[in-house]
């Protein structure tokens, strides 16, 4: 029995922190066949990932890549095409969180965070969708988002508005890219056991208990779990599936 994405090409971004989504989905992806480049600024970090791939009977490369610059997504697509001629499957999963209220965020984090979180996909899925048009094989592009893309968030502002970008954005690519076989989508993540979640943990638990239990589940999700979604829309099952958003947050938007 092969593997769900059985000798595809897969590029995961900011995927080079162990406990991170990114890292989740790359070790996913390997575990199902794919070949997956592991890209992060952290070249060290993106490393380790690949190690623990290859150490479990998977393929993959590390490649230090800075999300926000165009000519290091010039040169990740282009060693991709250059190796394996084609891509199958981009993952824009890399992204930071400002959190800050309203008047005490500033032009340069508005700045900053729309850099790595928005400007980031557009420019990774303008090159990706260019190579799988030249290929003429169609492709998966999966887009990282979050519930703060779907609703309102205290602290979010432009966390927010960077996210709510890229699930229309992402809406948008799939029309333009349909008749391509070329499909789109994005993955709205809730609260994550993530590295990210340990400092809050750690600053306010009383607050961060209050959070958890808020949450109609009563636990955070798992990276694993956003792996997996990711998995889902990057293999040929989701094959009829193009434009649409899919939510993995213990219902937190169904309240």
Not at 10 to 29: E, I, N, P, S
Not at 224 to 246: Q, R
Request: with cysteine; charged share 20%; net charge negative.
């Amino acid at each position: 029995m092969t593997g769900r994405l059985e000798d595809k090409i897969a590029l995961v971004t900011g995927a080079g922190g162990m406990r991170g989504l990114g890292a989740a989905t790359a070790q996913r992806f390997a575990e199902e066949g794919a070949f997956v480049y592991v890209t992060d600024l952290d070249k060290a970090g993106a490393d380790e990932v690949v190690a623990q791939i290859e150490q479990a009977g998977g393929h993959a490369q590390a490649l230090q890549q800075d999300v926000t610059s165009e000519a290091s997504w010039d040169e990740v697509i282009g060693t991709i095409e250059q190796t394996h001629g084609r891509l199958d499957v981009l993952v824009n999963n890399a992204g930071i969180a400002v959190l800050k209220p309203l008047d005490k965020l500033t032009a340069a984090d508005w700045e900053r965070q729309n850099k790595v979180n928005l400007d980031s996909v557009f420019f990774g899925t303008q090159r990706a969708v260019e190579l799988m048009r030249k290929v003429g094989q169609g492709g998966s592009i999966v887009n990282l988002s979050s519930v703060a893309g779907l609703i309102g968030v205290p602290m979010c502002g432009a966390y927010a508005a960077a996210k709510g970008g890229v699930r229309l954005f992402s809406k948008v690519v799939a029309l333009e890219c349909a008749a391509d076989n070329i499909r789109c989508n994005s993955v709205h993540p809730g609260m994550i056991e993530t590295a990210m979640q340990d400092v809050a943990r750690r600053d306010n638990p009383e607050g961060f208990k209050q959070i958890v239990s808020a949450i109609p589940m009563q636990r955070m999700g798992s990276p694993l779990d956003i792996a997996n979604m990711n998995l889902f829309l990057a293999s040929d099952e989701a094959g009829y599936i193009t434009g649409c958003e899919f939510v993995v947050d213990g219902g937190t938007t169904a309240m």
